[in-house]
């Protein structure tokens, strides 16, 4: 075999295996979460949820200020279990990523 023909075979190697490398346990399912989450329409219906105040269980009406701070507080907490997740996938922790992965899936009421 040639010269070229090695070193291709080389690099092509090499970078295969730096991409194999950086997959880390659960780097399908984060990709998963976060392509189901770009393809849903944003609306009412959809996006980060979060517990069922008391005030909502004693039929009080939010303000449009409760709402928008509910939104904030749902977003905020959904993008840091998205953050944990890809922190734990990337050091490799599988408890933690996995932990992680369900959480977000909870805020962002994912079934899968």
Known sequence: MNR????????AALIGGATAAHAGPCTAQIATIEQQIERTPPGPETGPTAPQSV????????????VVHA????????DAALDR???????GGVA?????????KRLYDIDQ
Do not use: F
Request: charged share 20%.
């Open 4 to 11: 070229p023909a090695l070193w291709t075979i080389a690099c």
């Open 55 to 66: 005030d909502a269980q004693l039929h009080h009406q939010p303000t449009p200020g409760d």
């Open 71 to 78: 939104e904030h507080v749902a977003n905020k907490e959904a």
């Open 85 to 91: 997740a890809r922190t734990a996938d990337a050091a």
């Open 96 to 104: 933690g990523c996995i932990a992680a992965v369900n959480e977000a």
